[in-house]
Structure formats: structure tokens, C-alpha cells
């Protein structure tokens, strides 16, 4: 029997799966529509972007390197090594790290690299993931012939998969992890001690370990530790060893800058050479124009600044506006309220129906585990992506109809009780 490992992913597209909650339901209130479904930041990218690209112009003309340029991947390490706190020669910019055209297709990539082959009668091998998560993982998962294996992350959990819970024959298989800190959709962020755990199993069962930090730059406390930081205190060698590590980052979430394409990778030297390998068979090196303004960003932190306090501004005004339905509703990290609202799929056609804003319904970024139970149902996840005076003004517009959501959920589950 053959099957159709495409077909079997678009069932599980999340924004498909929107697109047909909402396609019957008429966008109302007489309010203008907005999405908050797509964690897509929607501040003016920083001015130098399009002066840099406007002067790197000539360069158009050049098919670019898989691996970029060398100030590029000398911004790259000395911005880890400042962020991240790492001895001066543990990441080599020749070896060590490589652009991206975003880091999606990167994250697709390292399962084609990553995943056997296996022989016929064999069992597949498995890549662990957190449930919910981004969609990319499975995808790629799915498009490397892996089996894919789901770690629940909830409220239970402080939404850390716990990595003692995995079956020692799982991880006997295991090919690839995905980790992701600050969380998509949740804003966890893992403490460095997790991140060591991660990397020491990986390494114990030999396998890699993709940690996907693009949310690294967005949070309201102390900046989120890095998978690099890990193999540093694992060390080992001298410099500390990368083996077995590769780190996702991107411009799109930390600089505005999603339409760029732009982020890098960097961890053991082999893994990114079999990554700029996969390029020159399947994928696209960044252009040099945009890597010479990827370049200047990795080098500037005012702009991040900047976007990191509007992020702060919109989370206060989400606790000002939901407070009294949800409590505490601050993420750590990233820029996404993950709202349980007893019922995703309700609550998305109730704001899209009343206020006209599309949010994802959670569940749509999950699977159902062992016992039926998808982790994501109960939740909506709202991208806090706009301006702070026009989110405060959406926030306003949501609190009341999830107010009735909750309020009918409730009631709901109180009549099932008495049943
Ligand atoms: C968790 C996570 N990883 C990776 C990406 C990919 O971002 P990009 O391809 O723009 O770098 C996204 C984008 O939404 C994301 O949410």
C-alpha cells in the first residue's frame, strides 16, 4: 500500500484549518477585519534595511553562496558570543554557522538531513517534538519519512515537555529532536538546566538536537537562555564541543523583518555543512543584498529594543483588557497570548462572527496524544502583533466576546457535571 505523505500533512495545516472554520462564518460587528492568527510582526522594519539593500544593489546580478559571506557569518558569532555569553573562540564563523532564507525552511531541511534511510522491515526512525507546536516540525517530519513523536506541553508542565516521560525505545529510534524557547504558542522559556538536559540526552542517544530560538529576543524579564549556552556548560572539550547542536534564529520575529527571509544556523560543523549541502540540491541561498543588511541587524540592538518594549506595551494592555476573565495572561517570552478558553474552535468563530479578528484555535497546532486528548483544544492563541494603540483598541474589541465564551463554556461544563 502506497501512501501519500502530503495528503496526509494538509489535513493538518493550521491556517488551512482556519481558513475552512471560518469560511461560512461572516466577519461582523461592522468592524474592520484583523489577523491575529499569523505571528507575523507588523512594525515598520528598521530604516537601514532598505538603505543597505538600495546600496548593495549591484549584487543582485550574483548567484549567492549557500554559506554567505564572511562578515555575515563574523556578525552571527559575535553576537552569539555577546548574547549568549560564550568563551571568544567557541563559535568559528567559518565552520560553525551558515545564513538562511528564514529559518522554515531551515527547520524542514535538518530533517532531510538529519533522518536514515532505514531498510525494508525496519522500524522508522522517530523525531520528538512538543505538541503543540509549529506546524514546520511535523511537516518536515513527516516529508523525511520519520515517525513523528509528541510531547505534551501544558499547564501541568509549566508547557516543558518532560524529557524523563520519553520511553526509552522511542529514544532508541530517535533521530531528531525540535525544541523550541521562548515557546510557540505558549511564551515558556526553558531554564539553562533543560536545555543541558536536552542536549546531554541527545548526545547520549546520538542524536540532533534543533533548538528553534527565534523567539530568543522577545521577552519582558531576563533574555532567554540559548541551546549554545548548554554546550558550553556541558563543555567537554576545549572549546566546548557543539556536537550533536544546531540553533535556529531569525530576523523575521527579532527585527520585523519577515519578508527578508533571513536568519542563520550555526552548531556542529558537520550538520551545518550537510545544511548548506541541501541548498545547493533543493533550497535558495540568501541574496547578497539582504545578507549585507542581515549583517548590520546582527550588529545593532537599538531596533531590538525598540520592538521588545512594544511587545511589553501590548502585553500590559492584553492584562488590562483580560484580567478579569483569565488572570495572569503574560507570556515570559515570544509575543503570543495562549488563552484557555474551554473551546478554540468556539472562541476563533465567536471573535471572527462578533468582532471581526481571526486568532488560531490551539488545537489546530497539536495532536491528539496516547488518550484522545489534544493539549491545544481548550485554547486560542492571539499574536500580539500590531501597534500598541491599535492592539489595545483590538484587546478591547475581544474582552467582551471572550467574556460569553468563557462565561458559556462554563456553564456548559457545569450542566455536564450534573448530568
Ligand atoms: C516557532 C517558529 N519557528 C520558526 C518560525 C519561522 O520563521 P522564519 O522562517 O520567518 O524565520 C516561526 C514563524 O512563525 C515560528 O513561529
Redesign the pocket.
Known amino acids: 500500500m502506497t501512501t501519500d505523505r502530503l495528503e496526509s500533512l494538509m489535513r493538518f495545516h493550521p491556517f488551512t484549518r482556519l481558513n475552512k472554520l471560518l469560511e461560512s462564518v461572516q466577519a461582523g460587528g461592522g468592524n474592520t477585519p484583523l489577523a491575529l492568527s ?3 510582526p507588523q512594525f515598520a522594519p528598521p530604516a537601514m534595511v532598505a538603505r543597505l539593500i538600495h546600496e548593495q544593489a549591484p549584487l543582485w546580478g550574483k548567484y549567492p553562496l549557500p554559506t554567505g559571506t564572511e562578515p555575515f557569518r563574523q556578525a552571527v558569532a559575535g553576537w552569539l558570543t555577546r548574547r549568549f555569553r560564550l568563551p571568544d573562540d567557541m563559535v568559528d564563523p567559518a565552520r560553525h554557522v551558515m545564513p ?8 524542514f531541511h535538518i530533517a532531510l538531513s538529519a533522518v536514515p534511510e532505514v531498510g525494508p522491515g525496519e522500524e522508522k526512525p522517530v523525531v520528538l517534538m512538543p505538541n503543540p ?2 506546524h ?1 516540525y511535523a511537516g518536515a517530519a513527516a516529508a523525511a519519512g520519520a515517525e513523528p513523536y509528541f510531547l505534551n506541553a501544558t499547564g501541568e508542565n509549566s508547557f516543558l515537555p518532560e524529557i524523563a516521560a520519553i520511553p526509552e525505545a522511542i529514544l532508541k529510534r530517535t533521530a531528531l529532536a525540535y525544541i ?1 524557547s521562548p ?2 504558542p505558549q511564551g515558556a522559556v526553558a531554564p539553562l538546566s533543560y536545555l543541558c538536559d536536552w542536549l546531554a540526552l541527545a548526545r547520549r542517544h546520538n542524536f540532533v538536537l534543533a533548538s ?1 530560538e ?2 530568543s529576543e522577545i521577552y519582558r524579564g531576563t533574555p532567554p537562555h540559548g541551546a549554545l549556552e548548554a554546550a558550553r556548560d556541558l563543555g567537554g572539550q576545549n572549546p566546548a564541543s557543539l556536537d550533536n547542536l544546531i540553533i ?6 527579532r527585527s520585523s523583518g ?1 519578508g527578508m ?3 542563520f544556523v550555526a552548531g556542529e560543523a558537520r550538520l551545518i555543512q550537510r545544511q548548506a549541502q541541501l541548498i545547493n540540491f533543493g533550497g535558495v541561498a540568501t541574496p547578497y543584498p539582504i545578507l549585507a543588511a542581515a549583517t548590520e541587524l546582527w550588529q545593532d540592538e537599538e531596533h531590538v529594543q525598540g520592538y521588545r518594549a512594544k511587545y511589553i506595551e501590548n502585553f500590559n494592555a492584553a492584562q488590562d483588557a483580560l484580567e478579569d476573565i483569565f488572570g495572569e495572561v503574560r507570556a515570559e517570552g ?1 509575543f503570543f497570548l495562549w488563552l484557555d478558553v474551554g473551546d478554540g474552535e468556539a472562541a476563533a468563530q465567536a471573535l471572527w462572527q462578533h468582532a471581526a479578528i481571526r486568532v488560531l484555535p490551539g488545537g489546530y497546532m497539536a495532536r491528539p496524544d496516547a488518550n484522545g486528548m489534544n493539549p491545544g483544544q481548550r485554547y486560542i492563541r492571539v499574536a500580539l502583533v500590531l501597534e500598541p494603540a491599535e492592539m489595545s483598541a483590538a484587546l478591547k474589541r475581544m474582552a467582551p466576546v471572550l467574556e460569553r465564551v468563557v462565561d458559556q463554556q462554563r456553564k456548559a461544563q457545569e450542566r455536564a457535571k450534573m448530568v
Open positions: 499569523v505571528g507575523e538562511v532564507t528564514g529559518t522554515r525552511e531551515a527547520l507546536f509549529y514546520v523550541c515557546s510557540n528553534d527565534c523567539y535556529f534564529h531569525s530576523l523575521s520575529k519577515a527571509r533571513s536568519g515570544g
